[in-house]
């Protein structure tokens, strides 16, 4: 049974979200109609890299879960973002047209990878938000390359590997790559022309990162950059761990006394951990209030 759920979670993810009803003269494109300013494949790390570009304004990388793609994970946000920013969006090792190499999937890694290709398109600093899987490269990426980041958004991320519910965490070792057979995951996989032989290796090369213990605790609580988290109130990431890292970032004080801290936190109703790209409408005006804000610490005055 459990392994059922698994695999339905799994198959659900891999679905385009449903968009909300809206007039068609208000309807904003998708990824799939909107054109990339720029994109092709950067050398990074031994990686081709592949990676697409998206509007104007300041800069700000989106970081795809596991075994997600820019249009699998993005295509919703991108056009949104692309309004008024300048949207940068990759494909990490061996997911999507980024063909993987002969080296360990890790998170330190992979965001080694991110910053390479910000180097390649000679983009000094950016906002990062990361889903999941990208949650955790956006976490090493402000570790490993402090300089590069701005401002941090993780969706559904852990910087531990028990910050996941107990259960949660036991089920990955479950994960079988039978569970993906005709879910968009394997289409894609196949489609972007990846060699269908390998599917399987490409499945377990990827949950194998999560296999083994992680603990970026110190680490993150230093990061400089304001964070802003978002998991959902049905999620796979347990509340404390979202809670304990935003005290340590100014929370869990009253903001009418002591003044907002940098670091934001939110907990979505309603919302899984799929889910929360489900509502992706509803978590977007929060990112965008906190890229636009000063962050100002200063209490209010009467």
Not at 39 to 65: R, T
Not at 206 to 232: C, H, R
Not at 278 to 298: A, G, Q, R
């Amino acid at each position: 049974m459990k392994k059922f759920i698994i695999a339905v979670l799994l198959f659900a993810a891999c679905q385009p979200a449903p968009k909300p009803a809206a007039p068609a003269a208000a309807a904003a494109p998708d990824s799939t109609t909107l054109s990339p300013t720029d994109k092709g494949f950067a050398a990074v790390n031994g990686l081709n890299m592949y990676y697409e570009v998206y509007g104007d304004g300041k800069p700000i990388v989106l970081l795809h879960g596991a075994y997600m793609t820019i249009p699998l994970n993005w295509s919703r946000v991108i056009p949104e973002m692309a309004r008024k920013r300048k949207v940068i969006v990759a494909e990490m090792q061996s997911h999507g047209r980024t063909k993987d190499i002969d080296r360990p999937i890790t998170y330190e890694g992979m965001a080694d990878d991110v910053s390479g290709l910000l180097k390649h398109l000679k983009i000094d600093s950016a906002d990062v938000m990361g889903y999941s899987m990208g949650g955790g490269i956006a976490y090493q990426l402000a570790i490993r390359h402090p300089e590069q980041v701005r401002r941090l958004i993780v969706l559904s991320g852990t910087y531990t590997n028990d910050g996941w519910w107990p259960d949660v965490e036991k089920s990955f070792a479950s994960i079988t790559p039978d569970m993906f057979r005709g879910t968009a995951i394997e289409k894609q996989y196949d489609s972007l022309g990846n060699d269908p032989a390998h599917f399987d290796d490409y499945v377990k090369k990827i949950i194998s990162m999560d296999l083994k213990p992680y603990n970026w605790t110190k680490e993150v609580k230093n990061i400089q950059a304001p964070i802003f988290l978002a998991i959902g109130d049905a999620d796979g990431v347990r509340y404390e761990h979202a809670l304990d890292l935003y005290k340590a970032k100014g929370g869990g004080k009253m903001g009418d006394m002591y003044g907002l801290p940098k670091s934001r936190v939110a907990i979505i109703p309603g919302t899984t951990h799929i889910g929360m790209m489900e509502h992706i409408d509803w978590i977007m005006p929060m990112v965008d209030d906190f890229l636009d804000s000063d962050l100002s610490t200063k209490p209010p005055t009467f």
